[in-house]
């Protein structure tokens, strides 16, 4: 573990601040879940739950068949990082965190696909390379009870390729059959 140097005492309710040094950095907001753990030493490890990370195997499993029956690159992710992708580079999306463009159109609940109206590409990560702004993308948030947990992308392969409306209704689909798998 690594020490912050921060101290905070517990209320009479029980309850700690978590400062918001560390809210920021770790992408926690205000009523986020968080998994609580304890180590064999007496630590308590406060963990970002991520309800689509418990199936990230599956999530795996569905990226492949996205991407095998579409011919592009299939990603989900949840709130804060890509869980799964096929099709394309793991070392450039797989874990790393989403970007701030992705991340505001899960807050919006809204899809998102480029080449529409002379739309580009939004990064994926943060670290995204800028070049793959050209390459067309359809993005659809993973909606369970109300709230985003996360989204299902499809990114082509080829700069000039073009998502067609079978695309984002494939990719519509599998956001909504992987928010009934959270259901469950």
Same mark, same amino acid.
């Given at each position: 573990?690594?020490?912050?140097?921060?101290?905070?005492?517990? /209320?009479?309710?029980?309850?700690? *601040?978590?400062?918001?040094?560390?809210?920021?950095?770790?992408?926690?907001?205000?009523?986020? @879940?968080?998994?609580?753990?304890? /180590?064999? &030493?007496?630590?308590?490890? =406060?963990?970002?739950?991520?309800?689509?990370? &418990?199936?990230? %195997?599956?999530?795996?499993?569905?990226?492949?068949?996205?991407?095998?029956? $579409?011919?592009?690159?299939?990603?989900?992710?949840?709130?804060?990082?890509?869980?799964?992708?096929?099709?394309?580079?793991?070392?450039?999306?797989?874990?790393?965190?989403?970007?701030? #463009?992705?991340?505001?159109? !899960? /807050?919006?609940?809204?899809?998102?696909?480029?080449?529409?109206?002379?739309?580009?590409?939004? @990064?994926?990560? /943060?670290? &995204?390379?800028?070049?793959?702004?050209?390459?067309?993308? *359809?993005?659809?948030?993973?909606?369970?009870?109300? %709230?985003?947990?996360?989204? *299902?992308? =499809?990114?082509?392969?080829? @700069?000039?390729?073009? !998502? $067609?409306?079978?695309? #984002?209704?494939?990719?519509?689909?599998?956001?909504?059959?992987?928010? $009934?798998? !959270?259901?469950?």
């Amino acid at each position: 573990m690594k020490a912050t140097g921060v101290v905070r005492r517990i /209320d009479d309710l029980g309850r700690i *601040v978590i400062p918001k040094e560390i809210r920021k950095t770790l992408r926690i907001k205000e009523g986020d @879940p968080l998994e609580i753990f304890t /180590d064999r &030493e007496g630590g308590i490890i =406060l963990k970002k739950y991520s309800p689509i990370g &418990e199936l990230s %195997e599956f999530a795996t499993e569905y990226a492949e068949t996205l991407a095998k029956t $579409t011919g592009h690159i299939a990603c989900i992710t949840d709130k804060d990082t890509v869980i799964a992708i096929s099709g394309g580079s793991k070392k450039d999306y797989l874990e790393k965190s989403v970007s701030k #463009q992705l991340e505001q159109i !899960m /807050d919006d609940k809204e899809n998102y696909a480029s080449k529409d109206n002379n739309n580009t590409a939004i @990064p994926i990560t /943060d670290n &995204e390379n800028t070049d793959k702004s050209k390459n067309a993308q *359809v993005v659809y948030p993973i909606i369970v009870d109300g %709230e985003s947990i996360g989204s *299902v992308i =499809l990114l082509s392969k080829e @700069p000039n390729g073009q !998502m $067609t409306e079978v695309e #984002q209704k494939v990719v519509q689909s599998a956001a909504s059959f992987l928010s $009934t798998q !959270m259901e469950i």
